[in-house]
């Protein structure tokens, strides 16, 4: 993969292949940010990190197209060899925040469907 390069002034953009490692180290830890940095700093030679990000560069990584891109490749690759073998997906969670109107929602279509 290519990305284009960062263009003029300001600090130096961090490497989004590095981002895309410590996003994947923070959810496999279920940590926050300051945590993830940290996890950064003790695995940084097992990851092979250039440099460490601070705590605000891996929560502005999420909204990174580069890093995206890189974590959608690495979903695609890593559900290739299993494809063929799922046949249906279970979450564990309706995937929506739970505020009131929702709630009410789900109340309705609950009622709906047991009648």
Do not use: C, W
């Not at 990305?3 to 953009?13: D, I, K, S």
């Not at 490497?15 to 279920?30: G, M, P, S």
């Amino acid at each position: 993969m290519r990305f284009p390069e960062q263009q003029g002034p300001g600090r130096p953009r961090t490497d989004a292949f590095d981002l895309v490692k410590i996003i994947l180290v923070k959810e496999y830890f279920q940590t926050g940010e300051r945590q993830a940095e940290g996890l950064a700093l003790l695995f940084k030679e097992k990851l092979a990190l250039k440099s460490t990000p601070s705590a605000s560069s891996i929560g502005r990584a999420y909204s990174r197209v580069d890093v995206q891109e890189i974590l959608g490749k690495v979903f695609e690759m890593t559900n290739d060899p299993i494809k063929d073998k799922e046949t249906s997906f279970s979450a564990d969670g309706i995937g929506l925040p739970l505020s009131i109107p929702v709630l009410r929602h789900i109340s309705f279509l609950k009622q709906a469907f047991t009648k």
